[in-house]
């Protein structure tokens, strides 16, 4: 005996067409039964609700008749479909589309991952045009993309734990329209690393510089949602002088280790092109090590060879080496690697420069906050933490 299975979605639909080898104009036909099959079912619901309605009504004593009905687009995964939506004297069909929806929320979701990917709202429809057969206006794009305010919210309000080994921070600019032009603010970055070596961006916060009072009401606002940093025993940083200034008041106690990545840039500029090779080198055995002493004995050298061409280059240096030398405090390289450098927060500013560069300059600041929520997030995802993400309407 032959035995049959229903299908029940158009993902299940899709795989078992995959299976049959289902492809070119053969899909092509599949898509366009799809879109009728759709349009019959979901006429046919609506048809009978309007019948049902007006039933209802006569057993109430209310006198109704059915009342023609208006077209309406339904953008599915499987292209745009036109309805005739039935309508009586006093009711509407348009409750069996979800609330007049003019999307299925699967559409929705590509839509939004396109956007969070980094595309433009422009180039979001044009991606799109090939799958759907119809093309998703810049305008739709940006009113589906509102639906990640009410989780941008949420990740900003979140509480932390105070179990992080190593706080990490810096900041990231970008530009955004204004009535003046295009501005160029900061975005300050708080990274976290667990005990198990988990790196998770915390929080972010747009702001106007990277001033001390900027830090400090991003700092504060961290310790009031439960990063107390009793657990803390570094905190990285490139050497800003707003944060260097804040961080005694927001975490008084904690060790500060400056990022060798920026601190051999800034010695390296003071050194001819000829001589910077050699002068790398030399810094890379002070910030490599086995430890403070033997690292005191790099620095030494380094300033014996070069400070009678380059003064300028060895002070940079000197004014900063106990504080180059915190991340020595672990044995582990692992863990003297993740604390030498800001380089794990670096990294994902790096993803944020790709993302947004296709999108030029931001519109207002509630469109920086989304691609910043959706990029920070998505790293997080990847590293295994769970922050919240949102990719649906509904969530």
């Known amino acids: 005996m032959q ?7 158009m993902a299940q639909a899709e795989r078992i067409l995959k299976q049959m080898n289902v492809q070119g104009w053969e899909w092509a036909a599949v898509q366009e039964a799809g879109r009728e099959g759709i349009r019959r079912v979901l006429e046919d619901r ?18 109704d008749r059915r009342n023609g009905s208006y077209r309406r687009h339904l953008l599915t995964s499987l292209g745009a479909i036109e309805l005739h ?12 589309l979800t609330r007049y929806a003019r999307r299925e929320a699967s559409v929705d979701r590509l839509i939004l991952a396109c956007f969070v990917l980094g595309l433009s709202t422009r180039k979001v429809g044009e991606a799109l045009l090939a799958i759907l057969g119809e093309r998703v206006s810049p305008a739709t794009v940006s009113r589906v993309a509102q639906t990640l305010d009410s989780a941008v919210a949420a990740f900003h309000r979140r509480p932390l734990e105070d179990r992080y080994r190593i706080l990490v921070l810096d900041g990231v600019v970008l530009s955004r329209k204004t009535g003046a032009g295009a501005l160029r603010r900061p975005v300050l970055v708080a990274l976290g690393i667990t005990p198990e070596g988990t790196k998770e961006i915390l929080d972010f916060r747009l702001a106007p510089a990277e001033s001390q009072a900027a830090w ?12 107390t940093g009793e657990q803390l025993e570094l905190i990285v940083t490139d050497g800003g002088t707003g944060l260097l200034a804040a961080l005694p008041t927001a975490f008084p106690g904690i060790a500060v280790q400056r990022c060798w990545a920026h601190k051999t840039r800034n010695i390296l500029d003071k050194i001819r092109m000829r001589d910077r090779e050699a002068a790398k080198k030399d810094l890379h055995r002070i910030s490599h090590a086995e430890d403070r002493t033997a690292a005191r004995r790099a620095a030494r050298r380094f300033a014996d060879r070069w400070e009678e061409h380059y003064p300028r280059a060895i002070h940079c ?15 582990d390289d692992a863990w003297r690697t993740a604390a030498r450098t800001t380089n794990a927060i670096e990294r994902r ?3 944020v420069r790709r993302r947004t560069r296709p999108m030029g300059v931001f519109s207002d600041r509630t469109s920086m906050e989304r691609i910043l929520f959706a990029i920070f997030t998505y790293e997080n995802q990847k590293a295994g933490t769970s922050t919240p993400f949102l990719l649906t309407q509904n969530s």
Do not use: H, K, Y
């Open 3 to 9: 035995r049959t299975a229903a299908v029940r979605t």
């Open 46 to 63: 609506m048809w009978a609700l309007v019948g049902n309605r007006i039933a209802e009504l006569a057993t109430e004593g209310v006198s």
């Open 85 to 96: 939506v039935p309508r009586g004297r006093s009711c509407s069909a348009a409750e069996v």
């Open 216 to 227: 400090e009401r991003f700092l504060t606002e961290l310790q009031r949602r439960g990063l």
């Open 317 to 331: 240096l000197r004014q900063d080496l106990d504080s180059l030398l915190e991340f020595l405090r672990f044995q």
């Open 349 to 351: 500013f790096r993803e």
